[in-house]
């Protein structure tokens, strides 16, 4: 199995960058697509990016599209959530994954969850 730590997380104001990062250890990282979802209150889990194993091919919600980037370093065991143009309703908890499948955007397809690290935009 795998353990994902995620960090980066904090306050920024509407239109100002984040980079979120998340850190695994465990099993051989390169074996898993990974992904980020989000959750804001009172809300389900949502996906925001997904990348493949090696980093070829990306996938993103129509509603960051354009503004985040999902990346992969897999030297260094970790995935990459650069946020850009960001509003106030990026607000959420942000949660990195690891799925044993092929790149998707479903939850269900995510075996493996980190902790989550919470980004608040201020307008």
């Known amino acids: 199995q795998v353990q994902l730590v995620e960090s980066g997380g904090g306050l920024v104001q509407a239109g100002g960058s984040l980079r979120l990062s998340c850190a695994a250890s465990?099993?051989?990282?390169?074996?898993?697509?990974m992904g980020w979802f989000r959750q804001a209150p009172g809300k389900e889990r949502e996906f925001v990016a997904g990348?493949?194993?090696?980093?070829?091919?990306?996938y993103y919600a129509d509603s960051v599209k354009g503004r985040f980037t999902i990346s992969r370093d897999n030297a260094k065991n970790t995935v990459y959530l650069q946020m850009d143009s960001l509003k106030p309703e990026d607000t959420a908890i942000y949660y990195c994954a690891a799925s044993e499948d092929s790149l998707g955007y479903r939850t269900a397809g995510y075996k493996y969850w980190g902790q989550g690290t919470q980004v608040t935009v201020s307008s």
């Open positions: 990348i493949s194993r090696s980093g070829v091919y990306t």
């Open positions: 465990g099993r051989t990282f390169s074996s898993y697509a």
